[in-house]
């Protein structure tokens, strides 16, 4: 575009042959074509920083807000809980998977989206890991009650500032993370069970006696790898099985020859914002 720009105005006498109407009128059609091109990539949304303070400890995240962003207006927040391999404490990191996803998604479905960033050596959900060498695998024990760690107590505190913000509507909390933010997606629905229209917990787990308190208020469509080493699928086809004996209409997908990065699969599924962003709550 640049280029074009410097050619047609440092080169006129290349268009003699142009009458002079025909050329203003060329370089006016030009430069209208130019102010749609930067207004399409000037409106495009992006991740702004932010922060919170819990028990003098801070938490770093990144908010996704939409184009023409009107606080008379009311919109859905969206928490998206990242992977252990995304820990840490410069506030990009947590953008590596699923992010684009959510600007390219951002204009169909307006939200906001926060992705908060957990602590290097915290985890969001209390969990007992242990490595099985024999079979090549993690095992995961997660406790049926227990206190939050930090980096999920400060989860729900900064859920609870958005709450208090008029913009947000309330009947459309959304709920989503993948594999270690799998995991703390089944637990904080065990801890806030009146909160969420819907989540979708990738590669994750949790403790199928907890389910009973939000399966009934809470639609959830699970994802796993069948070849996942890192986290087995035994996890999440356990937590659906739970969610069913509940009396809940879970939706389980599987995707066979997937291992752990089974995130890219269910990014790709095409109702996946549609399914999320069509739920409720009754308030």
């Known amino acids: 575009m640049y280029y074009l720009y410097r050619f047609l105005f440092t080169h006129s006498s290349s268009f003699s042959y142009l009458t002079p109407f025909k050329f203003v009128t060329m370089r006016l059609l030009f430069l209208f074509i130019l102010c749609i091109g930067y207004t399409a990539i000037a409106q495009k949304p992006t991740f702004g920083k932010g ?23 009311k919109y859905p927040l969206h928490i998206f809980l990242h ?10 990191a947590q953008l590596k998977h699923g992010s684009d996803l959510f600007i390219k998604q951002s204009a169909n479905y307006p939200a906001i989206v926060i992705f908060p960033q957990c602590p290097e ?11 099985d060498d024999k079979r090549n695998t ?5 406790p049926k009650q227990s206190d939050p760690t930090w980096a999920m107590g400060t989860v729900m505190a900064l859920i609870d500032e958005y709450l ?26 065990a801890r806030k069970p009146d909160l969420f229209a819907a989540a979708t917990p990738i590669c994750g787990g949790g403790n199928p006696e907890t389910v009973s308190e939000w399966a009934t208020k809470t639609p959830v469509w699970i994802f796993h790898g069948n070849e996942d080493k890192v986290v087995p699928p035994i ?12 009396g809940a209409t879970p939706k389980l997908t599987l995707y066979d020859y997937v291992g752990h990065n089974s995130w890219g ?3 790709a599924e095409k109702n996946y914002f549609a399914w999320i962003y069509s739920k409720k709550k009754k308030i």
Request: charged share 30%; proline share 1%; glycine share 8%.
């Open 164 to 189: 208090d913000k008029d913009y947000i509507d309330t009947s459309r909390i959304y709920l989503s993370g993948l594999s270690m933010g799998g995991m703390g997606t089944f637990e904080l629905l």
């Open 235 to 246: 996890y999440s086809k356990v937590m659906y099985k739970a969610v069913l004996k509940a």
């Open 83 to 92: 992977g252990s391999g995304e820990r840490g404490s410069d506030n990009e």
């Open 121 to 131: 050596d915290d985890y969001w959900a209390q969990v007992d890991i242990k490595r």
């Open 265 to 267: 699969r269910a990014f």
């Open 51 to 73: 922060a919170i303070e819990h028990q003098e400890q801070t938490m770093n995240y990144r908010i996704l807000k939409p184009v023409n962003f009107d606080e008379s207006k």
């Open 138 to 142: 993690n095992v995961f024990k997660f």
